[in-house]
């Protein structure tokens, strides 16, 4: 009976140290994290949001052939001021920590990667 006491002590305080690294981890980023994880997402996010710009770009570019150096400049530069407002943005970067964060949370519970919990199941009919 004393035995299966102190196992339970034991297990109450791994579970107590467990739950403060979580806490820790939650906070903490890795340096791959924050220079190379969450600028891809924000990256990402960043043409979603100036799909505009980047559909006149590509547009230009297709009609210019090799010419688009010179021809789609204008373009080029409204892309470029639209992805680099974002990318200066501490709030945007905040918003795209917190999604990356919650995928990592996500990803640690359930072991499945996003692009996998994301796929449709194949249904057979």
């Known amino acids: 009976m004393v035995q299966s006491n102190n196992m339970m002590l034991i297990g109450n305080s791994d579970e107590s140290r ?39 770009f590509t547009k230009c570019c297709k009609d210019s052939g090799i010419l688009m150096v010179v021809k789609c400049r204008k373009e080029n530069s409204a892309l470029k001021e639209c992805l ?21 949370e996500e990803f640690r519970k359930t072991g499945i990667p996003t692009k996998k919990r994301l796929q449709k199941l194949p249904t057979s009919m």
């Open 18 to 56: 467990h739950g403060n690294k979580i806490g820790m981890e939650k906070q903490h980023l890795r340096h791959v994290e924050k220079d190379v994880l969450i600028p891809k997402i924000m990256r990402e996010k960043a043409r979603e949001r100036c799909s505009e710009q980047v559909q006149d």
């Open 84 to 104: 680099t407002a974002y990318y200066n943005d501490p709030a945007f970067y905040e918003e795209c920590k917190m999604e990356y964060l919650k995928e990592r």
